[in-house]
């Protein structure tokens, strides 16, 4: 049998609170491979990220891959998914929704919009750090990416 071997990933996180924050840099440090995150606290932070302007002027690295939060204060996730989805420059990178929420409303609406997942943040600190290492196995292990622009 042949060992998957991870490959490091560029990884933007748009989340609010900060306890949540901690916990995914905490559980992606804690994995095998050498991630870099980067993390914006709300969804217009995480567009100027993403286009290089305000204080990520100088920022060079693009992210392989977006998870983001739902419930905001300002634009929501759901707005910004459509944002970046409808943008030639940003509609490749993959989404996924890390969020509180399990409504059945807004995993069809994100789906819709083209989320390429959807995780219900688990409460508890242990299952919520298994989920993380699952989604890096996946993400980096099964998952081909899409290139660098």
Known sequence: MTELKMQPANILLVEDDLGDQKLVKFSIESQR???KLHITNNAEEAMEFLTKKGKYK???SMPDIILLDLNMPGM???EFLKRIKSDNNLKNIPVIILTTSDSEEDII???NLHAS???KKPVDI????KTMEKLGDYWFMICKL???Q
Not at 126 to 129: H, R, S, V
């Open 33 to 35: 491979i050498a991630n």
């Open 58 to 60: 100088k920022e060079t």
């Open 76 to 78: 929501g996730g759901k």
């Open 109 to 111: 609406d994100t789906y």
């Open 117 to 119: 997942g959807y995780i």
């Open 126 to 129: 242990d299952e919520f750090a």
């Open 146 to 148: 899409p290139p660098k």
